[in-house]
Every structure is written in structure tokens, then in C-alpha cells.
């Protein structure tokens, strides 16, 4: 079965630092990953998502996320942080086979402080 | 197009009583999925619909029910509510095609949800 481990149920960044949010798959074959966002009171919005091509995947609003095999790994960063991008953010993975629905992290809660 | 839309926003229950959410997917898409969003249980996938068939189910007890209209929306009926139902009702749609497991690297889009609350 798969299943996502997101480290870091609240991470706190001051405004113009580094974004990390850390994202941990565990999947018999190689998955589909995906990372959105959840603005408050709003539904989740896909912010980029690794389909075996390119492993470093570039997002909407400056976020990316490199694709690691070898930890099974689908961290996501951001250069800079920007007060609009607090906000809760999901990683999900699926997979090729049938059966294989979405299967979402607990996700993670971003505060960036100014 | 028009994105994943919800109704209603907002609904207040009391125990005992039955709920029915509606989702409309985006355009050209068949495939619904339905979670329930909750502070302490995350984001857990409740089904699938496509085709107007069921092809995939989370672990909910049978008081979770859905259905897919020939035209795609999709409903979610919850029967004897219980103050645990009280939760964010979230509709996702994605493009699949007919022979296409489950499983895809066609994103989900998401709808604005349902907020019930459970009195």
C-alpha cells in the first residue's frame, strides 16, 4: 500500500527565507506525486506534480520539488517566501496500478512571519 | 471552464438526520472523487465515481453513499449522522479514460468543499 509522511505538522519561516516543506513516500513502484496547496476555507489547488519525467518539477507561484528515488523523496522549496504563501500544503502520491487512488500526507502548515 | 463547484457552502445537521452534497466536475471531466477533511484525521478519500460507477472505496462505514449522474455530477448521501460527520466535505474531478486504472498521473481538481457541522 501506499503512503506519505510529511515532517513537520507546523513550519514557521521568516519573509524572504527559504521555503523547505519535506515530503516521504513509500510506494512498491514508482508513483506519481503530487504537492497542493489549501488556502484557508478554500478547496486544495495543485501546485506541480512529477509523472516520471523531468525529477526536478518547477510549480506555480516559484515552488519546486526534486524528485529523489534513492530516499524516496518529493520535497518541495521555495527561494523566498512571500506572506500569500502561508497556507496548508499536501503531498500526495498514486499510482499506475488499479486500486491506486489518491493517497494524501497529513500536510503541513506553513506560517511565514514578516 | 468553469471549475469544481459545491453546494451547498455551508449546512448544519442534527444527530439522527441524513445529508445529501452535490458536486459538478469540470467540464469533460468523468471521473469524481470525494474526501472528508477533518483536524484530526487529514484528508481521507471516501470514492470514486466514474462512468455512474462506484470504482473505488476509502473505509467509511455504509452511511457514506454516492452516486454519478449520467452527466457526470455527482452526489454524496450521509445517513444517521453522527457529531463525527462534522467535517469539510471536499469534491475533486479529473480526466481518466474508460480503460484507465484508478491510479493516474491526471491531477485532481478541487472543489471550494462543504462545511457540515454535526449538532
Known amino acids: 500500500a501506499q503512503s506519505v509522511t510529511q515532517l513537520g505538522s507546523h513550519v514557521s519561516v521568516s519573509e524572504g527565507a527559504l521555503v523547505l516543506l519535506r515530503c516521504n513516500y513509500s510506494?512498491?513502484?514508482?508513483?506519481?506525486l503530487f504537492w497542493y496547496v489549501q488556502y484557508p476555507n478554500q478547496g486544495l489547488q495543485l501546485l506541480l506534480k512529477?509523472?516520471?519525467?523531468?525529477?526536478l518539477v518547477k510549480g506555480i507561484n516559484g515552488f519546486e520539488a526534486e524528485f529523489k528515488k534513492s530516499e524516496t523523496s518529493f520535497h518541495l522549496t521555495k527561494p523566498s517566501a512571500h506572506m500569500s504563501d502561508a497556507a496548508e500544503y499536501f503531498c500526495?502520491?498514486?499510482?499506475?496500478?488499479?486500486?491506486?487512488?489518491?493517497?494524501f500526507g497529513p500536510g503541513t502548515r506553513l506560517s511565514v512571519l514578516p | 471552464k468553469a471549475g469544481v463547484t459545491q453546494t451547498p457552502r455551508y449546512l448544519i445537521k442534527t444527530r439522527g438526520q441524513q445529508v445529501t452534497l452535490s458536486c459538478s466536475p469540470i467540464?469533460?471531466?468523468?471521473?469524481v472523487s470525494w474526501y472528508q477533511q477533518t483536524p484530526g484525521q487529514g484528508l481521507q478519500f471516501l470514492f470514486e465515481?466514474?462512468?455512474?460507477?462506484?470504482?473505488n472505496k476509502g473505509n467509511f462505514p455504509g452511511r457514506f453513499s454516492g452516486r454519478q449522474f449520467s452527466n457526470s455530477r455527482s452526489e454524496m448521501n450521509v445517513s444517521t449522522l453522527e457529531l463525527g460527520d462534522s467535517a469539510l466535505y471536499l469534491c475533486?474531478?479529473?480526466?481518466?479514460?474508460?480503460?484507465?486504472?484508478?491510479?493516474?498521473?491526471?491531477?485532481?481538481?478541487f472543489g471550494p468543499g462543504t462545511r457540515l457541522t454535526v449538532l
Open positions: 475533486a474531478s479529473r480526466e481518466r479514460g474508460l480503460a484507465e486504472p484508478p491510479g493516474s498521473y491526471n491531477e485532481q481538481f
Open positions: 510506494s512498491s513502484v514508482p508513483p506519481y
Open positions: 512529477y509523472t516520471s519525467a523531468a525529477t
Open positions: 500526495a502520491v498514486s499510482g499506475p496500478f488499479y486500486g491506486q487512488n489518491f493517497v
Open positions: 467540464s469533460g471531466h468523468r471521473s
Open positions: 465515481y466514474f462512468s455512474e460507477t462506484q470504482r
